[in-house]
């Protein structure tokens, strides 16, 4: 029997203490991953677009890589496979989103860090064994010739789906009389754009009696009740890479209305009931949140994403694994497989 893959898994973001809900989707693929028989090793730090974070995290992954034997080095997001050069075994690297696309201030304009961080995640990609994106818009953010897979973040359809509505909201405490809007994001961060979600709801004042619910620091087991209580999820964002938000809100069958981001499109453009906004005016966002207020049929979306099963993409990001370990064999100087005849 062969022995299990090894992975170094090296991620920016990890619950903590004072974050326990921190990136559920990594700690899922983990977790995930080792059900499937590899053993994961968790390689968590804080960059905090400080030098001296990147610099004492990288000391701390040599010295991790020089005593463990590993297989193969999982980077989430770019800047964390900085810490992973020079190579010592096959490099995967999964771009998420704003290591391609940027940092936005709070005046929501692109950041000179951010533009840094594209630049070095551009790097890492050129030397990287196997490229994962999260969707095909950060795909075309590569450089040009960069081959790469299209793996979507996976869900927990145990957890995520349809339940009542009425039963939700008394477990939340939320009124049932009023039409809620859930915000798909933190208010706080400024790439979501919770003002343009304020002044859309503003705008549909005279029409429903509708309120914008924000789960903020909501345990992320929690988060099926806020779209199972909801009405509409609305995403104002100004990018994404693929939004782990809007497949777990179709999950549970709630209505979607979104400006048109990272994988959106290709989620709810062909869903009777959801809204993909032609462009991220208030006007029309508000316009999109009336016709899926006045829709009387619910909406059957699930069906739609049961092949983001985690159990499934487990299986493909497997299989990327073992791309990379060939061709870092392939590479080698001292394997025979790289010679060419």
Not at 24 to 38: E, K, M, T
Request: include cysteine; aromatic fraction near 6%.
């Amino acid at each position: 029997m062969d022995a299990p893959i090894r992975v170094l898994m090296i991620t920016s973001e990890w619950p903590t203490c004072d974050r326990p809900d921190s990136a559920p989707f990594i700690v899922r693929q983990a977790n995930f991953l080792r059900s499937a028989g590899l053993m994961v090793d968790v390689f968590a730090f804080r960059g905090s677009k400080k030098l001296f974070n990147y610099l004492r995290a990288w000391f701390q992954v040599r010295k991790k890589l020089k005593r463990d034997s590993y297989d193969l080095v999982h980077a989430q997001w770019g800047q964390s496979g900085l810490l992973a050069i020079p190579k010592h075994c096959a490099l995967v690297v999964t771009f998420r989103g704003s290591d391609l696309e940027g940092y936005v201030d709070s005046r929501g304009r692109y950041t000179f860090a951010g533009n840094v961080l594209q630049l070095l995640s551009k790097a890492i990609a050129l030397v990287a064994d196997e490229i994962i994106v999260v969707s095909e818009s950060l795909g075309r953010r590569l450089p040009k010739g960069c081959k790469y897979h299209v793996i979507s973040g996976g869900l927990d359809l145990d957890l995520f789906c349809p339940t009542s509505k009425v039963m939700a909201r008394q477990a939340l405490a939320l009124p049932e009389n009023r039409r809620l809007v859930l915000f798909g994001g933190k208010p706080d961060a400024p790439v979501k754009r919770y003002n343009l979600a304020q002044q859309a709801l503003a705008l549909l004042a005279g029409q429903y009696d509708v309120d914008l619910v924000v789960a903020q620091k909501v345990p992320h087991h929690v988060m099926p009740l806020y779209m199972n209580a909801c009405d509409v999820l609305l995403l104002t964002s100004l990018h994404e890479g693929s939004p782990d938000v809007i497949k777990e809100a179709l999950a549970c069958n709630l209505p979607v209305v979104s400006v048109d981001v990272g994988d959106v499109r290709e989620r709810i453009s062909e869903i009777s009931g959801c809204v993909l906004c032609k462009d991220d005016r208030p006007t029309t966002i508000a316009a999109g949140l009336v016709e899926v207020l006045s829709r009387k049929m619910p909406v059957n979306s699930r069906d739609t994403i049961k092949e983001l099963d985690e159990r499934v993409l487990t299986k493909e990001v497997i299989g990327v694994y073992h791309h990379a370990m060939q061709r870092k064999r392939w590479k080698s100087p001292h394997s025979p497989s790289n010679s060419r005849s």
